[in-house]
Every structure is written in structure tokens, then in C-alpha cells.
């Protein structure tokens, strides 16, 4: 019986780096997980895409981060990407209208101050806790929110990474 990794790494280039790109849209990051291949095991896949995530350049974070939508805003859209979106963000579906406001608000004040969106690991966390953590990063200088933001999206994609190979398990 072939193993979820074990199909992976038979993939050919283009098609791993597709199934890739939709756990992290760095092209960078796709080909250098990609080009890793054969991987002994997913441990060693999510190792080589932690690594890769830890090594983008800003440039390719900010290309990352053009695929993700602002927390509090609902995904449109039937694709994989977006489903684990809407997934993600479950936290913020029971938010009243005021936190929804709130939300609205703290975002408009990061993207103002950072140049970009507000990027959070959003799994397991409420309304409330994301709302508390934009507000609180708004106090950090661009080189610090720079480091927080390639954690949270390392994170993303190590999640999505783990949801692609249970999907094919």
C-alpha cells in the first residue's frame, strides 16, 4: 500500500507544487518543499516545510499573504483554500456585531501601520483572542511584526500541510 507521502513524492514537480500552494501561496516555499523530495515520512515533510516557511524572504511572505483574507471577513469560494479559511476562522462566527466592528476596525488600523493584513494563526482561537492579539501587535515595530507574522504563517501551513495528507489518508 502506498502512504499519502509516498504518492506525494511520486507527484510530478508542477502538481506537488500545486497541492503546496495551497497550504502556503509562496511559490518559494512550494518549490523548496517540493524540490525536497522523496520525504521519509511526513515528520520529515513538515520539518523541511517549517524550515522552508523559517527562510522566506519578506517578499515572499507578502506573496503568501495576498491568499489569505482578513480575519473576520467570510471566504467565498468552494476551493480547498478556502474551506480550511472558513475553518480556521470559526472563532469568529458566534462574534456579536460589536466585536465584528471591532474586528473591522483593528484590521483597517494594522494594514494602516504594517502595509499588509493582519495574519493569525486563527485555529482554536475566539473572537475575542483575536481581537486582543491585533490590538496588542499594533505595538510592535515593523522588524518584530515581521518575525511574528512568518511564525503565524508557518503555522497556517504546517496545519494545512497535516489537513492536505489526512484528506488523501
Known amino acids: 500500500m502506498t502512504t499519502s507521502v509516498e504518492a506525494f513524492n ?4 508542477d502538481r506537488a507544487e500545486a497541492d503546496l500552494l495551497t497550504c502556503c501561496a509562496s511559490t518559494t516555499w512550494a518549490r523548496r518543499v517540493a524540490a525536497g523530495r522523496p520525504y521519509p515520512d511526513l515528520p520529515a515533510l513538515l520539518a523541511a516545510a517549517d524550515a ?16 489569505h483574507p482578513r480575519i473576520g471577513q467570510r471566504v467565498a469560494g468552494a476551493g480547498r483554500e478556502a474551506a480550511w479559511s472558513r475553518r480556521e ?5 458566534a462574534a456579536d456585531d460589536s466585536t465584528r466592528a471591532a474586528l473591522a476596525r483593528a484590521n483597517e488600523d494594522y494594514e494602516a501601520r504594517f502595509g499588509h493584513l493582519f495574519l493569525i494563526f486563527a485555529s482554536g482561537r475566539t473572537d475575542a483572542e483575536m481581537l486582543a492579539a491585533a490590538l496588542a501587535r499594533l505595538g510592535n515595530d515593523e522588524a518584530t511584526e515581521r518575525d511574528v507574522v512568518r511564525e503565524e504563517l508557518r503555522k497556517i501551513a504546517r496545519l494545512r500541510l497535516e489537513r492536505l495528507f489526512d484528506e488523501h489518508t
Do not use: Y
Open 89 to 93: 476562522q470559526a472563532g469568529v462566527d
Open 10 to 13: 511520486a507527484l510530478p514537480p
Open 52 to 67: 522552508a516557511s523559517r527562510a522566506l524572504a519578506w517578499p515572499d511572505v507578502a506573496q503568501a499573504l495576498s491568499a
